[in-house]
């Protein structure tokens, strides 16, 4: 069961880390403020399920489209910024989500707010209920990034990571691909709250605090951006730590701390990243091929 | 009570301006955002503690603060930063928020994690007037802030380091070819930015006679929005935008009321800036 | 003077210099000239070292500079005018003269050194106080000229006197490194406007593409059809 | 060479953690109190009655997370070198949850599961807490909350127990104390942003207006707030007869220094939150004198419990023990109550045998009983500071004020 | 005539880097627009493929006015260009390089740009300019790792995937060594057989002068030839603007 609970816990962050993903690590636009569209997931299930009492597919699909349309209007906005400045607006606008949660009664202010066990069919699901949504929902999570990989608008981001002045000229609208890729990582991140939201229970503005953001994002870079695989090595690494190193509890941070330094220096491009160790032991090992989809 | 108030937002407005100056100067060269800046913050109210515990004497602990904590700052930008410079600017980022959560766990390793004294014994008295009071450890912070800015402010305009300093945040290919050796304005920088953190935590630990490992939380994130509304990089700016959200602070939260909480203040402002004018309040052209 | 021994520079995996040899004698007016995309910037910055070679040596008087920093070797006398000027634009008129003479500690000499550029350049005088960026390009360029002098240069390097400067200042420019020459300043000028450099300087190198393709005095080189032809083909 | 030498290092590093993630689900680390080793032998398997721990160790709320270690250690210890409960010793499974709800939770499952725990108590604050609760209801393994406030934390069931008063008492008290005691009619409030903040505030409001007083402004800051001093010219301004302050220790250690600073000399009237020895107390050293405040521990108290506790817990760890401290001690001393009451260690004959406690004597009072939703009754004892020591102020009985909320 | 230029001016801040340029771009034709450095070639063209807009005049593509627009949508109208300074997309490979451009239909819908990219029909297009280009060897390799000359050859061939009416390219010699500056040549003369008309600013007048049918010639901003290249070889003030007066 502790395993079921870690595993639930990982896959969470691994969708949400694949979820920013799509933001900073196919379209290149930084994104310091994850946690905040996390949080307007969870928030909105909370208020569905816990005060509305509205099933869980609805409250999952509406929680994921609140998040996404806040995330294609902060997307709107961000427009008008670039790189540090961008970066430092999401952190920014993390706070203030985070301000409004603690502050307005409606969200609970500082009570926080209570969900109630997650029922389908009207049979209670418990944690492997729970952990089996996750790994479809991640699944899913996956699929589309791997379509989306393969397909224009992959193309299109990593284009737009790559050279924006380039991209334009070739006929993409890169303001409109920014603003899409915003909406679809929010999108999962209000998902992964929705889904969140009914794992907790019980929900507090601290949750989704600006280093839920960094942990989000570390996990994504530490595993490396713009991959399918790095995301959810990294929430695998960086999610396992603090349980791995519950023998040395006194130590945790400590060793958290280091392992986003020691990676960082040595290993920037992630575990699996263009470049990295591992991404190149499996470049050698796997025959070449055409790429080609019928 | 608006005299009181005022001197209230000056206050804070100066801790800002000390807090937030450190990252601006490591902006200002390096273009990172260095949050682990904050962590220097705590550092140096430990340091500043002991220091003082151990001499008696303020002036020798906040300089010895300033030293240490400046030579810290070389060693990470020796060993940490200066290989990150040509990666993409999220690397350094979250290098430097690791860095940060490195810092603060280690000194609640080696101090415990409950909040320390830090009783300073000030050669002066508060003032007190009719309707306004400032208690010396205020002063004593307003006057080292001004000082400390005023000395940065010699040393950025009327010296040939400060000179260096301001060419090389120019341009800092053709600094180098004109014979300035930047590695020494770097690790300058580096002195100055870990520097005044490092006296901004010891004057906080002083102010509030409190000091404790996880002290930098808050400057950490609001700092950001500081320099970001002064400029990114731009000192003078930074010490405009420090006052400007003491002030707004300061009145918002205990005259006007406001419907978020005071922290969220520099934040909203921030977004509402970089909505109108993107490149901060006080941006050079160049920047 | 100077000697560069058979340099290669690369950017990334393409190779902008191709077995450069150079040398400057004491005293001379040195030009390179060669079409845009030739390499002449490159070359200017691989001296001052701003770049480093992948192959190849460094001699300034008579010692292996090839792995000093930039600072050092402007320190040991090498004077730069970078393309594009590249004045500090925030800084003053005056401000940036004094970074031109930024290792020197002896006041007196810096007073001289003003005194000298002020000389020259009139114009800075008015304008001392004024930022570098709300003047006008020649005005830039005067400042960049005098920025390099401030130093008391052995050896000036010249990337692009002409760009963007309007003929009779380019003249005006020029007459000043002449004068400087004749005064014992051992000049290097990078220049693209062939003809100009060449009516002023003593001796001449052509790059194409990267590598040296003629190198001669300045008549013989006038006179080659050669030139004209790395410059407008044919 | 040495930067590919580090990274093979990071990369052995990564791979160990993965490896030891592997293992670390069968071999569940169980952290003993360091002091207790060489003095009793090394429990094993069947001997010892195993009993869970969580607390916020590292991160923000460590120093509530370490007071509550120590006396949980403290407390382990007392009770086996008595000879431990129905012959067997107890043995400490303590985790840190890093004051997330995360942790709390998958500690909660390890602990329910491959730890095998017949009891818990946390040490920690409402969040970690309340995310916790419904997971030990399920596993049917009994929770006592020490000193978390939120008052949805019992709800999850009649396993969890909570062993300081639930915020609204609290706030009543307060309002007691106030009107009739400090004799004040217009009261200014100034509330930390949280649930232990706004559940107190609700209740003393409630009290403050039926005792016909007039709570005239109440304001709010944020966890980890240091700058009061823009709020309390605002207060100051409105000059009331007394300020209602709920805070934490650092956070009202700030608040009474910036109150002497700007030379307001209001009566002050806390609450539990900054009974905290070193962070509170230790801060302030004089500064506090006549402050009043509302706690669950006595230091006055004549009783020997009390007196041992905090006479064992100032010895072994160099302070004086606080509120938190004392909670997670007799947290597990009613633990262990309930063991001997119901002759059994198991998880359900301890839930029964909680139900089962009356008039215990613990540190933080005498404990009346445990209600049906599993709230404590004991009266809320007013302490103050006099010549810069706490001494007796009041003690509040009156059963109006501390009966807790219970199952309808 | 497919492009047109009228009366062009453009100023930043208070300084003009075109002051009233015209030029007429023929069917099939290729215009270089040459002069020395800070001329305004670069203002030009970048006015043209919309990255500026002009202060001044405007710019006709087939007769229509397509002043302002953004670059995405001209480069949707048919005016593909390359980079001066190598743009190619340098995470991706070559191939994927090739796919950007010929995805210029898909980006506008929804659905659509969720269509797989690399259908055996678009990488065998992609193939084929590849194969144009000559860089079939380096399909699978990251553009990052190619030579300059490679490069922009990749370059040349994601602006031709985009099948456009108008090329545009931006000193697409600069940097090349000889060899690669003459295959440069064939691959011009080889486009203009393909009915595509060419307008290249370029700094290597070998190039240029053989490259091109037509010639402008800009200085400080202003036209101060057109013609042939054997014209504008021996109009004596292109010659001064180049190599300078002789004293």
Known sequence: MYGIVVAINVGIFAILALSVNIITGYAGQPNLGQASFFGIGAYTTAILAGKYGVGFLPSLIISGFIAGIVGLLLGLASLRVRDDFLAITTIGFNFVVVAIFQYVPFFGASMGLSIPPLKLFGYPVGYVGLFIIILLLMLLVILFTKRMERSWIGIALVSIRNNEEAAESLGIDTRKFKVISFGIGTLIAGFAGSVYAYYMGFIMSYNFQFMTSITILSMAVVGGLGTIAGPIIGAIVLGLAPEIFRFVSDYRLLIYGAILILMMSFQPQGLVGDGSIFANIVRKLRPKTSGVDQ | MFLQQLVNSIVIGSVYALTAMGATLVYGILRVLDIANAGAYAVGAYIGMAIYALTGNLFVSLIATLIISGAIGICLEKFIYLRLLDKPSIVPLITSIGVFIFIEDLLRLLNGPYAKRFPAKLPFSGIQLSSVSIPATWILVMVVTAVLLFILWYILYHTRIGLAWRATAQDMETAKAMGVNINLVVALNFLLGYGFAAVAGSLIGIMYNSISPTMGDTPAYKMLAIIVLGGLGNPVGTVLAALIIGLVETFLGGYIGFFLPRDAIAFVALIIMLLIRPKGLFASNNA | MLELKDI????????????????????????????NGAGKTTIMKTIIGLLKPKNGSIIYKGEDITHKESWTRSQMGIGYVPEGRRVFPELTVEENLRMGCYNIKDNAKIKENYDLVYELFPRLKERKTQLAKTMSGGEQQMLAIGRALMSSPKLLLIDEISMGLMPILINASLNVLKQLNEKGLTILLVEQNAKKALSYAERGYVLQTGRIILSDTTESLLSNEQVKKAYLGG | MEKRLFSVISLLLIALMVMSG???????????????QEQQPSPSGEETIKIGFFAPVTGPAAADGESALNSAKLAVETINNAGGILGKKIELVDYDDNFKAEQAVSIAQKLTTSDKVVAVVSGSYSNPTRAAAPVYQQAKIPMVSAYAEHPDITKAGDYIFRQSFVGPIQGRAGAEVAVKKLGAKKIAVLQVDNDFGASLVEGFKERVAKLGGEVISVDTFQL????FTPLLTKIKNENPDLIYMVA??????????????????????????????????GVLGKDVEGLVFTTNLNRDDTRKVTQDYIKNYTEKYGFAPDMVGASVYDSFMVLAEAIKLSGQATPDAIKDGMYKIHDFDAVTGVITSYNKLGEVIKPVQVQTVKNGEIHFFDEITDMEIIAPPDIQ | MILQGKDIEKSFGGLKALNGVSFELGNNEVLGIIGPNGAGKSTLFNIICGVYSPTKGSIHFEGKNITGLKPHDIARLG????????????????????????????????????????????????????????????????AGELSLGMMRRLEIARALALRPKVLMLDEPCAGLSYDDADEFINLISMLKGQKISIMMVEHNMNVAMRACDRLVVLNFGEKIAEGTPNEIQNDPLVIEAYLGKEE
């Open chain 4, 248 to 281: 934490y220790a650092v956070e009202g250690s700030q608040i009474v220094r910036q109150m002497k600073q700007l030379n307001m000399t209001v009566q002050l009237l806390g609450t539990e939150g900054i009974d905290a020895t070193k962070e509170f107390f």
């Open chain 5, 79 to 142: 005016i593909a260009r390359t980079f001066q300074i190598a743009h190619a997309f340098r995470d991706m490979t070559v191939l994927d390089n090739i796919l950007t451009a010929l995805g210029i239909d898909e980006y506008n819908g929804i659905v659509s740009m969720f269509k797989l990219a690399k259908k055996s029909d678009t990488v065998e297009s992609a193939m084929s300019y590849i194969e144009l280009l000559d860089l079939k060897d380096a399909a699978n390799k990251k």
């Open chain 3, 8 to 35: 290669d520079v690369f950017y990334g995996k393409s190779q902008a210099l191709h077995n450069i040899n150079i040398s400057i004698n004491e005293g001379e007016f040195v030009t390179i000239i060669g079409a």
């Open chain 4, 224 to 227: 980890g707030e240091k700058e």
């Open chain 4, 22 to 36: 592997c293992s670390g689900n069968q071999q569940p680390q169980q952290t003993q109190s360091s002091g207790q």
